[in-house]
């Protein structure tokens, strides 16, 4: 049997007490029965009986009144089922409603369905990026000489009075951060150490849906279809047997508990480590294996997420296999919440560098990292990136969404990176079935697997995934809904990380060839099932579309 980690195309469903799964059953919490039909239920001893004595007494009485003692038992066989159907039907809903993504959105928002959801309505264009104050824009001086760059700091600083603000201090990649005002005229002798200098004026941010005042919705569903989920109903486990498509249409197999289906090593969850480079991760999250926090955010303590989009990547990637929640893609993996992102999403570039810098220190830890972020292109950014995969981490980034050609931002432009766009699928299958998503501006739907229309696009891009109406974790203890390449690139992530536990010394670039070699592409032949192709594509390049065939019983 196969786990079908298929984020564009996959089919199942769940009862009231089943997993859950792409496709689903859903019903609201009302407790009307169905299928009561006594027919009134009250004749079950009728009128008398015309014949209330079937033995007549041989030898009548000639008594005026033939009946002065009615017969004690009128009725010697009665009815013993008054009620024919004194007990209600066991299963009040025999034949819930088969309700796709967009639908049972729609039926939760009007019906009383648990447990509560919250889903995140936004402006999918992103924000304009925004200038940095003036005490944090910087001058990044690559140093091109052989030197100790932390000793040079030092003279420049000692000998000249000038502050340096960060030193990057990688194998094959160095350099000072200066203030954006110090220019190479003051550098002096110095001068001549240091390559072309980038003026960093600007953040970056993750690239979801954005907006300042988002409008939200709760709701009490969960309506997963790009990974396998599970969710307790009505407050308990879910634990029951659940069907689940195999690929061929009419073809089912039954699996009686999840564990059959999960692909952990005891409790702490996939033997994989996960850097999640972002807002943080919630670190009170029982659906989350967060194994370290960092933060290189001013102001901020810890790791923690404040703001949610962190921990929905890092859920869609790695969220446990248990009685709760959801399933992320290398369930239980161990999560490194670098946060380099504050509260609004703003993502300072240097910031940024610093926390792949981390990584990089423990290359020997962490196997693959997650980029759901977008910058301004940044030289002194991508050559960082590009040390992290000479060190042996697999870099997966977010294409970007503006809609346009994803040459111009940093990190989808690394040649190094896998580079994700984002598709919507509705329905859990291929062949564009499903129903539209109101999501784009004109207010038209976006049709069931294709392209999605926010979306950057271009040579840059490798792969695609599902990245609109995503379910995942949010920051606290809740679950959310969400869009956004950002959504699409912890699909990737999270194959990657199984990848890498089945071929442990495999390099970034065997990583990424054994992701795209498995992956469906225009040819692939839509099976009714998982597997199959999207629609749409912005350009000629036609990327493939994520698709993963897990086998079962392998040592995690």
């Known amino acids: 049997m196969s ?30 029965g169905v299928g009561n039909d006594d027919g009134g239920g009250n004749n079950g001893g009728g009128g008398p009986d015309p014949d209330p004595d079937p033995d007549p007494d041989p030898d009548p009485d000639p008594d005026p009144d033939p009946d002065p003692d009615p017969d004690p038992d009128p009725d010697p066989d009665p009815d013993p089922d008054p009620d024919p159907d004194p007990d209600p039907d066991p299963d009040p809903d025999p034949d819930p409603m088969v309700l796709d993504q967009v639908s049972l959105i729609d039926f939760c928002l009007i019906e009383e369905c648990q447990p509560l959801i919250k889903i995140i309505e936004k402006e999918i264009f992103q924000r304009e990026f925004k200038p940095l104050p003036v005490e944090k824009q910087s001058r990044v001086y690559p140093l091109i000489v052989e030197g100790d760059i932390n000793a040079i700091s030092k003279q420049i600083s000692d000998m000249l009075g000038l502050q340096v603000k960060q030193i990057i201090d ?41 907006s300042d005042d988002p409008e939200t919705y709760t709701w009490d569903q969960i309506l997963p279809y790009s990974v396998q989920r599970t969710m307790p109903v009505g407050g308990s486990s879910v634990t029951s047997s659940v069907e689940r498509s195999t690929g061929d249409e009419g073809s089912t197999s039954t699996i009686s508990s999840p564990e059959e289906v999960n692909v952990q090593s005891g409790p702490d969850g996939a033997n994989v480590d996960i850097a999640v480079i972002d807002t943080g991760i919630s670190l009170s999250h029982p659906d989350l294996n967060v194994y370290r926090n960092v933060t290189f955010v001013n102001g901020a303590v810890n790791g923690d997420d404040d703001m949610g989009h962190g921990s929905h990547v890092a859920g869609v990637a790695a969220a446990k296999d248990n009685d709760m929640g959801i399933v992320g893609i290398a369930p239980g993996a161990r999560l490194w919440a670098l946060k380099v992102c504050d509260e609004l999403g703003e993502c300072d570039i240097l910031d940024q560098i610093e926390g792949i810098e981390y990584a990089i220190q423990h290359a020997d830890e962490i196997d693959v990292i997650n980029l759901s972020l977008e910058n301004p292109n940044s030289p002194s950014l991508n050559k960082v990136i590009d040390e992290a995969v000479k060190a042996g981490l697999t870099v997966v980034a977010a294409a970007g969404n503006y809609g346009e050609d ?59 995934a599902p990245g609109v109406g995503i379910l995942s974790t949010l920051n606290g203890t809740g679950y959310g809904v969400d869009s956004g390449t ?3 690139a912890p699909h990737v992530t999270g194959a990657a990380a199984l990848f890498k536990i089945e071929n442990p010394d495999s390099t970034p670039q065997e990583i990424r060839n054994m992701i795209l070699d498995s992956s469906s592409t225009p040819d692939t032949v839509c099976d009714a099932g998982p597997q199959g192709y999207f629609a749409g594509d912005r350009d000629v390049l036609s990327e493939p579309l994520l698709f993963r065939d897990i086998p079962t019983g392998l040592a995690y």
């Open 3 to 32: 786990l079908f980690l298929c984020f564009a195309l996959f089919s199942s469903f769940f009862s009231n007490n089943s997993m859950i799964f792409p496709r689903v059953w859903a019903s609201a919490s009302n407790d009307e």
């Open 406 to 464: 994803a040459s111009n931002t940093t990190p989808a432009n690394n040649p190094n990176v896998i580079t994700v766009s984002a598709i919507a699928d509705t329905d859990g299958v291929c062949g564009g079935i499903g129903p539209g998503v109101p999501e784009d501006v004109a207010g038209e739907p976006m049709n069931d697997d294709t392209f999605a229309y926010f979306s950057n696009f271009g040579p840059p891009v490798q792969i695609a």
């Open 486 to 488: 950002s959504m699409a």
């Open 170 to 210: 990688t194998d094959g990649f160095k350099a000072i951060v200066l203030p954006v005002g110090v220019t190479r005229d003051e550098l002096g002798e110095f001068a001549g150490l240091f390559g072309t200098e980038e003026i960093v004026v600007r953040s970056g941010h993750v690239t979801t849906a954005s």
